[in-house]
């Protein structure tokens, strides 16, 4: 079986590799036949389960997986920003959200991230304020969450970007109700201090610190300015799919001043894993400590890896068919 296991790894790092190459080649990520083309056949490689552990891969694989990882992230920014700026050409951006080709994946990812909350957190969640760490040109993630899970939760969305910051808050200037409730601010994470505090619910972009290193500062940074008992939601990735998304060791979360509550890998249309915590002190000590925890077992072995509360649709069957929609409306364009 391990040998059997091993082919298989082999034969997929080798298809991820010739991907990478012919996506490195091309001369730009904006949406194009050619460009969604490639999309379509790695995302379809990577969604399957898989017995590939990403993060022990040899070096030239590891070098290889993290330029896909940012081609993947600049090839999303530039498919956001152009649907985010058709959108914004109608007199009520919000009605017409279901033009984007992944809408539907973004609604279950986030009725996935409340119900997780809403059971793992102790007492259950009320947020009276949520920040959105990476929101983006589309913040779709706070709109769902806004409009169908926490309809009087006010969101304040942080992007690096300016440009993004100005593209979604167009998204929102018909409706008077959701847009008193979003806000959208230019900073970075490392910049935001005693403001954090007042955050009930705190979400972390998947592509928010895209090395391991760098996601690890922006969660022990936030563990140092969140309130206690406050709730971390951190998106991640799990098999083949870290080669789309960065993977977040709950250590890290841990070792940042977290209660780890929950890990969810999802098998379906939901392509991030999600993590949920929660700011203690107390495991800010504990998760400092170099030897193993209470009863002999480290954090890491202890972390509840759970199952999905609901399961949503086939991912490649609805992704041919976004892909090929999204394709037909570019040739319109």
């Known amino acids: 079986m391990a040998a059997q296991n091993n082919k298989e790894v082999d034969a997929l790092v080798e ?54 990882i940012r081609l993947c992230s600049e090839a999303e920014g530039k498919l956001e920003a152009h649907y985010s ?15 984007f080709p992944y809408y539907s994946n973004y609604i279950n990812l986030s009725k996935l991230e409340y119900e997780l909350l809403a059971r793992y957190v ?6 009276a304020r949520v920040a959105f760490i990476g929101s983006g040109p589309l913040p ?3 709109f769902v969450l806004a409009a169908r899970h926490l309809p009087d939760t006010m969101f304040d969305n ?65 563990g140092t300015h969140m309130a206690d008992g406050a709730a971390l939601v951190v998106r991640s990735a799990h098999g083949a799919r870290g080669f789309l998304y960065p993977i977040v060791d709950p250590q890290d979360i841990t070792l ?25 002190k107390d495991v800010h000590v504990s998760g400092l400590r170099s030897g193993p925890a209470v009863g002999g077992q480290s954090a890491r072995s202890t972390v509840p890896v759970v199952s999905p509360p609901c399961r949503f649709g086939e991912m490649v069957a609805d992704m041919t068919q976004k892909r090929e929609e999204f394709a037909n409306a570019e040739v319109a364009f």
Do not use: W
Request: charged share 20%; glycine share 8%.
């Open 15 to 68: 298809k991820i590799t010739g991907l990478h190459a012919a996506i490195a080649k091309l001369p730009s990520l904006s949406p194009s036949p050619a460009v969604d083309a490639l999309f379509t056949e790695l995302v379809t490689a990577c969604v399957p389960p898989s017995p590939v552990d990403v993060t022990k891969l040899g070096p030239e694989a590891q070098e290889m997986r993290e330029g896909l």
């Open 85 to 99: 700026d058709m959108l914004a050409a109608f007199d009520n951006p919000l009605d017409h959200l279901g033009m």
């Open 122 to 127: 102790p007492g259950g969640i009320a947020p």
């Open 140 to 142: 779709f993630s706070s």
């Open 158 to 222: 942080y992007d690096l970007c300016g440009a993004a910051n100005d593209r979604a808050s167009k998204l929102f200037r018909a409706d008077k109700d959701m847009g008193a409730r979003m806000s959208f601010h230019t900073a970075d994470v490392a910049d935001l201090a005693g403001e954090l505090a007042k955050y009930d619910v705190v979400f972390l972009a998947a592509l928010v610190g895209m090395a391991a290193e760098d996601k690890a500062k922006v969660i022990a940074h936030l």
């Open 256 to 280: 940042g001043g977290f209660k780890v509550l929950a890990v969810c890998h999802p098998d379906d249309d939901v392509v991030n894993s999600v993590i949920i915590a929660q700011k203690s």
